[in-house]
Protein backbone atom coordinates (compact mmCIF):
# COMPACT_ATOMS: atom_id res chain seq x y z
CA UNK A 1 0.00 0.00 0.00
CA UNK A 2 3.01 2.58 0.92
CA UNK A 3 4.51 2.01 -2.53
CA UNK A 4 1.23 2.43 -4.37
CA UNK A 5 0.75 5.91 -2.40
CA UNK A 6 3.85 7.01 -3.21
CA UNK A 7 3.70 6.08 -6.76
CA UNK A 8 0.35 7.82 -7.61
CA UNK A 9 2.21 11.22 -5.38
CA UNK A 10 4.80 10.80 -8.17
CA UNK A 11 2.63 10.74 -11.26
CA UNK A 12 0.40 13.66 -9.55
CA UNK A 13 3.60 15.32 -8.95
CA UNK A 14 5.24 14.68 -12.38
CA UNK A 15 1.31 16.10 -14.13
CA UNK A 16 1.15 19.21 -11.46
CA UNK A 17 4.68 19.97 -12.98
CA UNK A 18 3.70 19.34 -16.64
CA UNK A 19 1.11 21.84 -16.22
CA UNK A 20 3.25 24.18 -15.00
CA UNK A 21 5.82 24.14 -17.61
CA UNK A 22 3.14 24.32 -20.16
CA UNK A 23 1.82 27.30 -18.61
CA UNK A 24 4.93 29.29 -19.24
CA UNK A 25 4.09 28.76 -23.09
CA UNK A 26 0.26 30.28 -22.50
CA UNK A 27 -1.27 33.40 -22.35
CA UNK A 28 -0.78 36.07 -19.73
CA UNK A 29 -3.64 35.37 -16.88
CA UNK A 30 -4.42 39.09 -16.70
CA UNK A 31 -6.43 38.58 -20.59
CA UNK A 32 -9.33 36.95 -18.35
CA UNK A 33 -12.59 38.20 -18.72
CA UNK A 34 -11.70 40.41 -21.72
CA UNK A 35 -14.56 41.63 -24.32
CA UNK A 36 -12.96 43.80 -26.22
CA UNK A 37 -9.67 42.06 -28.02
CA UNK A 38 -6.65 43.94 -27.11
CA UNK A 39 -4.06 41.92 -29.08
CA UNK A 40 -1.11 43.52 -27.45
CA UNK A 41 -2.22 42.39 -23.83
CA UNK A 42 -0.99 39.20 -25.10
CA UNK A 43 2.51 40.30 -25.58
CA UNK A 44 4.77 38.10 -22.34
CA UNK A 45 8.41 37.46 -21.77
CA UNK A 46 9.42 33.66 -21.16
CA UNK A 47 12.83 31.84 -21.02
CA UNK A 48 12.75 28.40 -22.77
CA UNK A 49 15.50 25.58 -21.96
CA UNK A 50 17.85 25.36 -25.17
CA UNK A 51 20.49 23.51 -26.84
CA UNK A 52 23.49 24.07 -29.23
CA UNK A 53 23.59 21.63 -31.76
CA UNK A 54 26.18 21.30 -34.36
CA UNK A 55 24.34 21.16 -38.54
CA UNK A 56 25.85 17.77 -39.02
CA UNK A 57 23.53 16.42 -36.29
CA UNK A 58 20.36 18.58 -36.64
CA UNK A 59 18.68 15.42 -38.70
CA UNK A 60 19.17 12.93 -36.06
CA UNK A 61 18.74 15.14 -33.18
CA UNK A 62 15.14 16.25 -34.11
CA UNK A 63 14.20 13.22 -34.62
CA UNK A 64 15.24 12.03 -31.31
CA UNK A 65 14.17 15.32 -29.36
CA UNK A 66 10.77 15.72 -31.00
CA UNK A 67 8.22 14.81 -28.18
CA UNK A 68 10.58 17.89 -26.24
CA UNK A 69 10.60 20.95 -28.78
CA UNK A 70 8.85 23.59 -27.91
CA UNK A 71 5.12 24.03 -28.72
CA UNK A 72 5.12 27.62 -30.30
CA UNK A 73 2.71 28.27 -32.93
CA UNK A 74 4.85 30.79 -35.33
CA UNK A 75 7.98 31.33 -33.86
CA UNK A 76 10.54 28.45 -34.96
CA UNK A 77 11.64 25.56 -33.00
CA UNK A 78 14.93 25.59 -34.29
CA UNK A 79 17.12 28.93 -34.68
CA UNK A 80 20.48 30.74 -35.23
CA UNK A 81 22.17 30.95 -31.94
CA UNK A 82 22.02 34.34 -30.50
CA UNK A 83 25.78 35.32 -30.23
CA UNK A 84 24.99 37.37 -26.84
CA UNK A 85 23.90 33.53 -25.25
CA UNK A 86 26.56 31.37 -26.52
CA UNK A 87 30.35 33.30 -27.40
CA UNK A 88 30.74 34.20 -31.39
CA UNK A 89 32.68 31.41 -32.37
CA UNK A 90 30.25 28.51 -30.86
CA UNK A 91 27.43 30.70 -33.10
CA UNK A 92 29.03 29.28 -36.25
CA UNK A 93 28.21 25.74 -37.64
CA UNK A 94 25.56 25.36 -34.76
CA UNK A 95 21.64 25.60 -34.88
CA UNK A 96 19.52 26.62 -31.03
CA UNK A 97 16.45 23.96 -30.36
CA UNK A 98 14.28 25.19 -28.15
CA UNK A 99 13.19 22.92 -25.75
CA UNK A 100 9.34 22.82 -23.76
CA UNK A 101 10.14 23.87 -20.20
CA UNK A 102 11.26 22.31 -17.89
CA UNK A 103 13.29 19.70 -20.26
CA UNK A 104 16.47 18.47 -18.64
CA UNK A 105 19.05 16.27 -19.92
CA UNK A 106 19.86 14.46 -16.76
CA UNK A 107 18.92 11.02 -17.61
CA UNK A 108 22.38 8.20 -18.33
CA UNK A 109 20.76 7.27 -21.56
CA UNK A 110 19.99 11.07 -22.62
CA UNK A 111 24.02 12.02 -22.13
CA UNK A 112 25.22 9.44 -24.05
CA UNK A 113 22.90 9.78 -26.86
CA UNK A 114 24.16 13.62 -27.05
CA UNK A 115 27.88 12.88 -26.55
CA UNK A 116 27.55 10.36 -29.62
CA UNK A 117 26.01 13.48 -31.32
CA UNK A 118 28.83 15.51 -30.61
CA UNK A 119 26.33 17.99 -28.72
CA UNK A 120 27.33 19.75 -25.45
CA UNK A 121 25.29 18.65 -21.99
CA UNK A 122 24.85 22.43 -21.47
CA UNK A 123 21.17 23.71 -21.47
CA UNK A 124 21.14 27.88 -21.97
CA UNK A 125 18.23 30.40 -20.69
CA UNK A 126 16.71 31.66 -24.21
CA UNK A 127 14.66 34.61 -23.55
CA UNK A 128 11.41 34.95 -25.71
CA UNK A 129 8.75 37.12 -26.34
CA UNK A 130 5.43 35.73 -27.19
CA UNK A 131 2.55 37.38 -28.27
CA UNK A 132 -0.98 37.37 -29.88
CA UNK A 133 0.96 35.63 -33.50
CA UNK A 134 2.25 32.84 -31.40
CA UNK A 135 -1.11 31.63 -29.61
CA UNK A 136 -4.20 28.96 -31.61
CA UNK A 137 -7.48 30.06 -31.14
CA UNK A 138 -8.71 27.84 -28.63
CA UNK A 139 -5.46 29.05 -26.45
CA UNK A 140 -6.85 32.62 -26.72
CA UNK A 141 -10.46 31.57 -25.49
CA UNK A 142 -9.23 29.64 -22.96
CA UNK A 143 -7.59 32.30 -21.60
CA UNK A 144 -10.24 34.87 -22.13
CA UNK A 145 -13.42 33.10 -20.71
CA UNK A 146 -13.70 32.66 -17.02
CA UNK A 147 -15.31 28.97 -17.66
CA UNK A 148 -11.88 28.28 -19.39
CA UNK A 149 -13.73 26.02 -21.77
CA UNK A 150 -15.25 26.87 -25.26
CA UNK A 151 -12.14 25.40 -26.90
CA UNK A 152 -13.92 26.99 -29.66
CA UNK A 153 -12.80 23.29 -31.21
CA UNK A 154 -16.54 23.10 -30.98
CA UNK A 155 -17.28 24.90 -34.24
CA UNK A 156 -17.87 24.01 -37.61
CA UNK A 157 -16.67 25.37 -41.15
CA UNK A 158 -19.20 25.50 -43.96
CA UNK A 159 -17.23 27.32 -46.83
CA UNK A 160 -16.29 31.07 -45.48
CA UNK A 161 -18.74 30.24 -42.27
CA UNK A 162 -17.86 29.54 -38.89
CA UNK A 163 -20.64 27.96 -36.94
CA UNK A 164 -20.58 27.93 -33.20
CA UNK A 165 -23.54 27.10 -30.28
CA UNK A 166 -22.76 29.49 -27.12
CA UNK A 167 -24.11 28.78 -24.11
CA UNK A 168 -25.85 31.49 -22.46
CA UNK A 169 -23.29 32.87 -20.09
CA UNK A 170 -20.33 33.20 -23.06
CA UNK A 171 -22.95 35.00 -24.82
CA UNK A 172 -21.56 38.66 -23.61
CA UNK A 173 -17.84 37.63 -25.48
CA UNK A 174 -19.65 36.37 -28.60
CA UNK A 175 -17.66 39.26 -30.30
CA UNK A 176 -14.08 38.93 -28.94
CA UNK A 177 -15.07 34.84 -29.71
CA UNK A 178 -16.02 36.34 -33.42
CA UNK A 179 -12.88 37.88 -34.28
CA UNK A 180 -10.77 35.44 -32.42
CA UNK A 181 -11.58 33.04 -35.17
CA UNK A 182 -11.84 35.56 -37.52
CA UNK A 183 -8.00 36.41 -36.85
CA UNK A 184 -6.90 32.63 -36.49
CA UNK A 185 -8.87 30.41 -39.18
CA UNK A 186 -7.38 31.86 -42.70
CA UNK A 187 -10.30 30.86 -44.80
CA UNK A 188 -13.19 32.29 -42.69
CA UNK A 189 -15.13 35.42 -43.23
CA UNK A 190 -18.03 35.38 -41.29
CA UNK A 191 -18.83 33.50 -37.66
CA UNK A 192 -22.86 33.12 -36.92
CA UNK A 193 -23.78 31.58 -33.70
CA UNK A 194 -26.89 29.43 -33.69
CA UNK A 195 -29.82 31.00 -31.63
CA UNK A 196 -32.01 28.24 -31.06
CA UNK A 197 -32.40 24.34 -31.90
CA UNK A 198 -33.50 23.24 -35.12
CA UNK A 199 -37.81 22.44 -34.45
CA UNK A 200 -39.27 24.14 -37.68
CA UNK A 201 -40.49 21.82 -40.23
CA UNK A 202 -37.44 22.95 -42.72
CA UNK A 203 -34.21 21.78 -40.65
CA UNK A 204 -32.84 25.41 -40.27
CA UNK A 205 -32.33 27.60 -37.65
CA UNK A 206 -32.13 31.36 -36.24
CA UNK A 207 -28.55 32.90 -36.56
CA UNK A 208 -27.07 36.00 -35.91
CA UNK A 209 -23.51 37.23 -37.83
CA UNK A 210 -21.16 37.71 -34.69
CA UNK A 211 -18.00 38.68 -37.12
CA UNK A 212 -17.20 39.59 -40.30
CA UNK A 213 -19.17 39.61 -42.89
CA UNK A 214 -22.64 40.02 -43.60
CA UNK A 215 -23.39 37.00 -46.10
CA UNK A 216 -24.43 33.77 -45.60
CA UNK A 217 -24.68 32.30 -49.01
CA UNK A 218 -21.53 30.06 -49.25
CA UNK A 219 -19.96 27.16 -51.43
CA UNK A 220 -18.19 24.20 -50.85
CA UNK A 221 -16.78 21.31 -52.48
CA UNK A 222 -17.72 17.66 -51.05
CA UNK A 223 -15.49 14.70 -52.46
CA UNK A 224 -15.05 16.90 -55.46
CA UNK A 225 -19.06 17.89 -55.90
CA UNK A 226 -19.73 21.74 -55.36
CA UNK A 227 -22.78 22.79 -53.73
CA UNK A 228 -24.13 26.36 -53.16
CA UNK A 229 -26.80 27.44 -50.66
CA UNK A 230 -27.89 30.14 -48.40
CA UNK A 231 -26.69 28.61 -44.68
CA UNK A 232 -29.49 30.17 -43.06
CA UNK A 233 -32.35 28.82 -44.84
CA UNK A 234 -31.06 25.62 -45.44
CA UNK A 235 -29.62 22.20 -43.68
CA UNK A 236 -26.10 21.24 -44.25
CA UNK A 237 -23.94 19.49 -41.91
CA UNK A 238 -20.77 18.97 -42.98
CA UNK A 239 -20.07 15.96 -40.57
CA UNK A 240 -21.86 14.02 -42.46
CA UNK A 241 -19.32 14.11 -45.45
CA UNK A 242 -18.23 10.79 -44.89
CA UNK A 243 -21.95 9.11 -44.77
CA UNK A 244 -22.52 10.75 -47.67
CA UNK A 245 -19.77 9.06 -49.23
CA UNK A 246 -20.54 5.42 -47.94
CA UNK A 247 -24.36 5.16 -49.15
CA UNK A 248 -22.55 6.31 -52.92
CA UNK A 249 -20.56 3.87 -52.55
CA UNK A 250 -23.22 1.35 -50.99
CA UNK A 251 -25.96 1.80 -53.71
CA UNK A 252 -25.37 -0.46 -57.09
CA UNK A 253 -24.62 1.78 -60.22
CA UNK A 254 -27.55 0.54 -61.72
CA UNK A 255 -29.91 1.19 -59.01
CA UNK A 256 -32.80 4.15 -59.24
CA UNK A 257 -32.78 6.20 -56.32
CA UNK A 258 -35.54 8.55 -53.94
CA UNK A 259 -34.17 10.87 -51.61
CA UNK A 260 -36.98 11.65 -49.91
CA UNK A 261 -35.45 14.30 -47.75
CA UNK A 262 -32.95 15.94 -50.06
CA UNK A 263 -31.83 18.96 -48.75
CA UNK A 264 -29.08 20.80 -51.45
CA UNK A 265 -28.32 17.56 -53.00
CA UNK A 266 -25.64 16.04 -50.98
CA UNK A 267 -26.79 12.12 -51.54
CA UNK A 268 -28.79 13.26 -54.51
CA UNK A 269 -26.06 14.86 -56.68
CA UNK A 270 -23.10 12.04 -56.06
CA UNK A 271 -25.32 9.14 -56.44
CA UNK A 272 -26.66 10.86 -59.87
CA UNK A 273 -22.77 11.64 -61.10
CA UNK A 274 -22.74 7.74 -60.54
CA UNK A 275 -24.69 6.88 -63.10
CA UNK A 276 -27.82 5.77 -61.14
CA UNK A 277 -31.42 7.57 -62.10
CA UNK A 278 -32.08 9.58 -59.16
CA UNK A 279 -35.33 11.70 -57.85
CA UNK A 280 -35.04 13.92 -55.27
CA UNK A 281 -37.30 15.67 -53.21
CA UNK A 282 -37.49 18.25 -50.16
CA UNK A 283 -40.20 20.31 -48.58
CA UNK A 284 -38.30 23.15 -47.64
CA UNK A 285 -38.84 25.93 -50.62
CA UNK A 286 -35.50 27.37 -50.19
CA UNK A 287 -33.55 23.70 -50.50
CA UNK A 288 -35.71 22.71 -53.45
CA UNK A 289 -34.06 26.02 -55.22
CA UNK A 290 -30.90 25.30 -54.31
CA UNK A 291 -30.84 21.57 -54.93
CA UNK A 292 -32.12 22.26 -58.52
CA UNK A 293 -29.20 24.93 -58.65
CA UNK A 294 -26.54 22.34 -57.97
CA UNK A 295 -27.85 19.59 -60.24
CA UNK A 296 -27.10 22.33 -62.74
CA UNK A 297 -24.07 23.62 -60.87
CA UNK A 298 -23.13 19.89 -61.04
CA UNK A 299 -23.65 19.39 -64.62
CA UNK A 300 -25.56 16.36 -64.01
CA UNK A 301 -29.62 14.77 -64.14
CA UNK A 302 -31.59 14.78 -60.88
CA UNK A 303 -35.23 15.11 -61.04
CA UNK A 304 -36.65 17.41 -58.46
CA UNK A 305 -39.30 18.20 -56.32
CA UNK A 306 -41.17 20.16 -53.32
CA UNK A 307 -43.48 18.55 -51.84
CA UNK A 308 -44.51 16.36 -48.82
CA UNK A 309 -42.57 13.09 -48.20
CA UNK A 310 -45.11 10.87 -47.66
CA UNK A 311 -46.91 12.88 -51.06
CA UNK A 312 -43.40 11.93 -52.98
CA UNK A 313 -43.81 8.73 -51.86
CA UNK A 314 -47.38 7.73 -52.48
CA UNK A 315 -47.17 9.67 -55.88
CA UNK A 316 -43.74 9.11 -57.46
CA UNK A 317 -42.37 6.06 -56.09
CA UNK A 318 -45.48 4.43 -56.48
CA UNK A 319 -46.16 4.83 -59.95
CA UNK A 320 -42.54 4.15 -60.41
CA UNK A 321 -42.06 0.94 -58.69
CA UNK A 322 -45.81 0.23 -60.75
CA UNK A 323 -44.23 1.07 -64.75
CA UNK A 324 -41.14 -0.84 -63.78
CA UNK A 325 -40.24 -3.40 -66.33
CA UNK A 326 -36.97 -5.18 -65.74
CA UNK A 327 -35.75 -6.14 -62.47
CA UNK A 328 -33.35 -3.56 -60.41
CA UNK A 329 -33.47 -2.35 -57.08
CA UNK A 330 -34.83 1.27 -55.83
CA UNK A 331 -32.98 2.91 -53.03
CA UNK A 332 -34.96 5.38 -50.38
CA UNK A 333 -32.84 7.64 -48.79
CA UNK A 334 -34.78 9.45 -45.56
CA UNK A 335 -32.31 11.43 -44.03
CA UNK A 336 -34.48 13.48 -41.54
CA UNK A 337 -33.39 11.57 -38.45
CA UNK A 338 -35.22 13.44 -36.03
CA UNK A 339 -38.74 12.31 -37.68
CA UNK A 340 -37.91 9.99 -40.37
CA UNK A 341 -39.38 7.16 -39.20
CA UNK A 342 -42.85 8.26 -38.45
CA UNK A 343 -43.06 8.40 -42.49
CA UNK A 344 -42.38 4.87 -42.37
CA UNK A 345 -46.17 4.62 -42.26
CA UNK A 346 -46.17 5.18 -45.52
CA UNK A 347 -45.39 1.95 -47.14
CA UNK A 348 -47.70 -0.64 -45.40
CA UNK A 349 -50.37 -1.25 -48.73
CA UNK A 350 -47.78 1.52 -50.70
CA UNK A 351 -49.06 -1.49 -53.67
CA UNK A 352 -52.19 -3.01 -52.54
CA UNK A 353 -54.10 -3.77 -55.47
CA UNK A 354 -56.85 -1.20 -54.27
CA UNK A 355 -54.36 1.91 -54.88
CA UNK A 356 -52.95 0.34 -58.23
CA UNK A 357 -54.57 0.60 -61.89
CA UNK A 358 -54.92 -2.86 -62.94
CA UNK A 359 -56.98 -3.88 -65.91
CA UNK A 360 -57.55 -6.96 -63.16
CA UNK A 361 -60.71 -7.41 -61.61
CA UNK A 362 -60.23 -6.22 -57.62
CA UNK A 363 -61.51 -9.58 -56.41
CA UNK A 364 -58.92 -11.17 -58.50
CA UNK A 365 -55.92 -13.03 -55.84
CA UNK A 366 -53.65 -13.18 -59.00
CA UNK A 367 -52.13 -9.21 -59.03
CA UNK A 368 -49.25 -8.51 -60.93
CA UNK A 369 -46.05 -7.60 -58.96
CA UNK A 370 -43.42 -5.12 -60.26
CA UNK A 371 -40.20 -7.23 -60.26
CA UNK A 372 -38.45 -4.76 -58.06
CA UNK A 373 -36.45 -4.44 -54.87
CA UNK A 374 -37.11 -1.64 -52.86
CA UNK A 375 -34.24 -1.03 -49.86
CA UNK A 376 -34.93 1.98 -47.24
CA UNK A 377 -31.96 3.68 -45.79
CA UNK A 378 -33.33 5.30 -42.62
CA UNK A 379 -31.61 7.90 -40.89
CA UNK A 380 -32.87 7.83 -37.03
CA UNK A 381 -31.44 9.50 -33.54
CA UNK A 382 -31.19 7.11 -30.73
CA UNK A 383 -30.40 7.00 -27.31
CA UNK A 384 -26.75 6.46 -26.61
CA UNK A 385 -27.71 3.38 -24.10
CA UNK A 386 -29.99 0.90 -25.42
CA UNK A 387 -30.00 2.58 -28.84
CA UNK A 388 -30.78 -0.57 -31.05
CA UNK A 389 -33.81 -1.65 -28.92
CA UNK A 390 -35.81 1.82 -28.95
CA UNK A 391 -34.56 2.53 -32.72
CA UNK A 392 -36.45 -1.34 -33.35
CA UNK A 393 -38.97 -0.48 -31.48
CA UNK A 394 -39.85 3.17 -33.14
CA UNK A 395 -39.82 1.08 -36.96
CA UNK A 396 -42.31 -1.18 -35.04
CA UNK A 397 -44.63 1.27 -34.18
CA UNK A 398 -44.28 3.49 -37.46
CA UNK A 399 -43.84 0.90 -40.13
CA UNK A 400 -46.45 -2.01 -38.50
CA UNK A 401 -43.81 -4.66 -39.17
CA UNK A 402 -40.60 -5.68 -37.12
CA UNK A 403 -37.47 -4.77 -38.39
CA UNK A 404 -35.98 -7.63 -40.70
CA UNK A 405 -33.31 -10.02 -38.96
CA UNK A 406 -31.16 -8.89 -42.25
CA UNK A 407 -31.14 -5.29 -41.78
CA UNK A 408 -28.07 -3.39 -41.56
CA UNK A 409 -27.89 -0.96 -38.80
CA UNK A 410 -24.58 1.82 -38.94
CA UNK A 411 -23.70 3.81 -36.21
CA UNK A 412 -23.09 7.19 -38.26
CA UNK A 413 -21.90 9.46 -35.27
CA UNK A 414 -22.24 10.66 -31.85
CA UNK A 415 -25.05 13.86 -32.07
CA UNK A 416 -24.47 14.75 -28.13
CA UNK A 417 -24.19 13.19 -25.13
CA UNK A 418 -26.10 10.25 -24.64
CA UNK A 419 -27.65 10.71 -28.25
CA UNK A 420 -26.74 8.83 -31.19
CA UNK A 421 -27.40 9.11 -34.88
CA UNK A 422 -28.10 5.72 -36.87
CA UNK A 423 -28.84 4.11 -40.04
CA UNK A 424 -30.84 1.51 -40.87
CA UNK A 425 -31.18 0.03 -44.41
CA UNK A 426 -33.48 -2.82 -44.97
CA UNK A 427 -35.55 -4.23 -47.89
CA UNK A 428 -39.25 -4.06 -47.82
CA UNK A 429 -41.12 -7.36 -48.01
CA UNK A 430 -43.97 -7.52 -50.33
CA UNK A 431 -46.37 -8.59 -47.03
CA UNK A 432 -45.85 -4.97 -46.13
CA UNK A 433 -45.70 -3.49 -49.81
CA UNK A 434 -48.95 -5.03 -50.18
CA UNK A 435 -50.53 -5.12 -46.81
CA UNK A 436 -54.28 -4.76 -46.27
CA UNK A 437 -55.32 -2.64 -43.60
CA UNK A 438 -58.50 -4.51 -43.55
CA UNK A 439 -57.04 -7.50 -43.21
CA UNK A 440 -57.08 -9.18 -39.81
CA UNK A 441 -53.58 -10.40 -38.73
CA UNK A 442 -52.66 -14.05 -37.70
CA UNK A 443 -51.79 -14.77 -34.20
CA UNK A 444 -48.21 -14.22 -34.65
CA UNK A 445 -48.44 -10.89 -35.70
CA UNK A 446 -47.84 -10.90 -39.20
CA UNK A 447 -50.32 -10.61 -42.33
CA UNK A 448 -51.41 -13.22 -44.34
CA UNK A 449 -50.04 -14.80 -47.35
CA UNK A 450 -51.50 -13.27 -49.99
CA UNK A 451 -50.59 -14.45 -53.96
CA UNK A 452 -48.31 -13.19 -56.12
CA UNK A 453 -47.38 -12.80 -59.82
CA UNK A 454 -44.33 -11.15 -60.82
CA UNK A 455 -45.05 -9.12 -64.13
CA UNK A 456 -43.26 -10.52 -67.06
CA UNK A 457 -40.18 -8.39 -68.56
Request: charged share 25%.
Amino acid sequence: MVLVYIRNLFRRLVVNKMDSDLHVLSPPTSVQGMKVLDRNAFQREVVLPALLVPLKSLKNFRKMMKSKLANLTINKKVIDPPTNLVGEGRSRGHKLFLLKPGTTMDLDEEKRSLQELGIENKIYDYKLTLSYENYKHWDILRAILPDGEMAARGFSQVGHILHVNLRDHQLPYKQIIGQVLLDKIPTAKTVVNKHQNIDNEFRNFQMEVIAGDNNLVTRIIEHGRKFEFDFSKVFWNSRLSTEHQRITHLIPRDATVFDVFAGVGPFAIPIAKKGCLVYANDLNPDSYKWLVHNVKLNKTEVECFNCDGRDFIRDNLRNYILTSKTFHQVHVVMNLPAIAVEFLDVFPGLLYPRNVISSQNESDEQIDMPDVEVVVHLYIFAPEKDGLDDLKSRILKNLGFPLPKEAVIFDVRNVAPKKQMFCVSFQLTKEILFYDANEVKTETNEPSAKKFKKSES
